[in-house]
């Protein structure tokens, strides 16, 4: 029988990077939630800042979390940030994928520009990416079926765009 993942807590999840004061962006389904994408997401994505001493307090708050690799594999930040895509991590309170690089950006640099703090409740305001550039990442991974996640986005930044010209909708 497969194991069964533990429940999405996304406050847990970002409660833990805070506690640990991790710099990251929010990306990824939840990203596109919060920026006001109709679509369901089970997990966290986030694009952390790779300076060694981020990558140290990250490592400290994936202990707390009880993070392992999906694969199964032994957890090595560092090397798996230098050399996979996407690290895919199980934790106490969900999914959670680190990016080092999402495609059609160059990294937390250049992500972080465009990011906005979010207040979530309970304290919380994380990073999160801009709309503009969630549609370069979506974009970048020309992928069909995401066709519907992209067209959402490009209606956001017209409204945003409208918005700030001062154009009623």
Not at 102 to 131: C, F, H, K
């Amino acid at each position: 029988m497969p194991e069964r993942s533990p429940r999405f807590d996304p406050y847990a999840l970002l409660e833990a990077l805070d506690r640990h004061r991790v710099i990251y962006v929010v990306i990824g389904g939840f990203a596109r939630v919060i920026q006001g994408t109709e679509e369901i997401t089970r997990g966290l994505d986030i694009v952390p800042s790779t300076r060694e001493q981020n990558l140290e307090l990250l490592a400290a708050a994936l202990d707390e979390l009880g993070a392992s690799r999906t694969d199964r594999k032994k957890l090595n930040l560092e090397q798996a940030l230098g050399s996979e895509e996407v690290l895919e991590l199980t934790t106490d309170r969900g999914e959670l994928k680190i990016v080092a690089e999402p495609a059609g950006t160059r990294g937390y640099d250049d992500i972080r520009r465009a990011a906005t703090r979010e207040p979530l409740g309970r304290g919380l305001r994380p990073s999160v990416a801009s709309i503009g550039d969630l549609a370069r990442m979506v974009s970048a991974l020309d992928d069909p079926e995401r066709l519907p996640e992209l067209m959402q986005l490009r209606k956001l930044v017209e409204l945003d765009l409208a918005r700030g010209r001062g154009i009623e909708r």
